[in-house]
């Protein structure tokens, strides 16, 4: 168990009968080895990411339409390591075939169209892997526990959410949604740095303090969404997160395996090989 | 000479009187190291680029519009590393913080407007790195070369470039351009691998081999641009390139000024760091 394998990391899925406190956030699944076994686990996966990114990548050029693409989704309260999570997973790849961007409060303009509407415009395109630092579920998240919106409208979202995912699988997209899971203590910990590093103030917001006294609220709405939107081609995950660099080699498990499954040839060559090699020494 | 500074690679800069004879694409200026040292000095700046583009980040998020951008612009003949280069150097930032994107053949509808029209829709936001693999340098190279537009175009087009980079520069973009400069033989060789390995295939296309005929014009055409274009706020490097650590590292120290030059302090608090430290405790 000082070893964590993809086969540790497919048990953090999270289905129709999930329950979010059966997840400890503090735990490591799979995983019982000391900090340095864990460094070793962290950086394992990394040249085959690079591998299987770069194939991705090929088929997209060789291939166009037809080639998949990859979207990951991640969620997870504030301060649960979504953007160092990316950081990570994505330094292993070539950034010319990947795109990542964040959803944060909607602008006056998003708010006058549907809530996909914003995150439609950033559809993988075919080759491309892309991650979502926050995504169209915190319209069913932050939203539906501040009651912003009524429990009619979360169920028409909820519905628009599997229709979305669902369409984007069957253009090809491989979807991923991943839950980093932390506890309130670690939350209150990582606020705390905040107040007391220059270099971390600019992600303290004062909001981030009212936020945590509806914690039971989220977790809620969270087992919901997830309960109701996991899917074979759009599986969620929960990650126990208080470990950060559990997490991050977890997630990086997961990103092989989905990556192994498109199971990518190289693109064959379009031209005689032999012949091209007379024509460029030639040249 | 075993160490490589920054201020060898300001050295590569090409200015109005650049003669492109002048750069041998096999040298190495600044360093006569071998191989080991060069592998020491290609990773040195790493840390140092995470935490510059940490705060360039963390200043688009605190301060909008205000916050400056960077916009990396990248060229050189087909096989010169240009992908690699920006794999390798991007690789040490925050994928949230940056964007890469390329530009080939261009599409019917893009060849519809203003050769400009399509680059546009990639302009830098607050905060963000952006690289360009190929750009709008490539409407007065291929294009002047195999003659698709007369020289009264190229002109207008230069000028253009010109206004468009200026116009940038005035948002606050902060703009390098770097050709990635190698030898007709370095790319033969290049080519040849590319008909070799199976997982180099799809990077080959026999047309290259016809570019190949048109080299001394390529090599005119860049030195024209590079003096028509060069500006203070826009200003062009050329990296002699068979030696790919040795550009990759000449890239990093590049990027390395360029980022210290935007002074960026971290973001102040904008609440009382005490105050909200207690109300984190008692939350």
Do not use: C
């Not at 080759?127 to 429990?151: K, N, T």
């Amino acid at each position: 168990m000082a070893e964590f394998t993809i086969a540790d990391a497919l048990k953090l899925r999270a289905g129709k009968n999930f329950h979010i406190s059966d997840v400890d956030p503090t735990s490591t699944p799979g995983f019982d080895g000391d900090k340095d076994e864990l460094k070793k686990e962290f950086s394992k996966f990394d040249d085959e990411l690079y591998d299987l990114q770069e194939r991705l990548f090929a088929n997209g050029r060789a291939h166009g339409d037809s080639a998949p693409s990859v979207l990951l989704i991640l969620q997870g309260m504030d301060t649960s390591g979504k953007g160092g999570a990316i950081r990570h997973v994505f330094s292993t790849f070539d950034p010319q075939g990947t795109y990542t961007t964040g959803f944060g409060k909607p602008t006056e303009e998003e708010l006058e169209h549907d809530f996909l509407w914003r995150i439609r415009k950033h559809d993988p395109q075919p080759g491309q892997i892309v991650a979502f630092d926050r995504s169209h579920y915190e319209d069913v998240l932050i939203q539906r526990v501040h009651e912003w919106v009524d429990e009619d409208e979360i169920d028409r979202r909820i519905e628009a959410i599997r229709e979305y995912e669902a369409e984007l699988a069957a253009k090809g997209v491989r979807i991923i949604k991943v839950m980093l899971h932390i506890s309130q203590d670690f939350q209150k910990e990582n606020l705390i740095e905040r107040t007391e590093r220059e270099d971390k103030f600019w992600k303290y917001d004062p909001s981030d303090v009212e936020e945590r006294q509806y914690w039971d609220d989220y977790m809620r709405a969270y087992e919901d969404a997830i309960r109701r939107t996991d899917a074979f081609h759009a599986p969620w995950y929960v990650i126990p997160s208080d470990n950060k660099r559990y997490a991050r080699t977890a997630l990086k498990a997961l990103m092989v395996d989905l990556l192994r499954h498109l199971d990518l040839a190289w693109p064959p060559a379009d031209f005689d090989p032999e012949t091209e090699r007379e024509r460029i020494k030639n040249s």
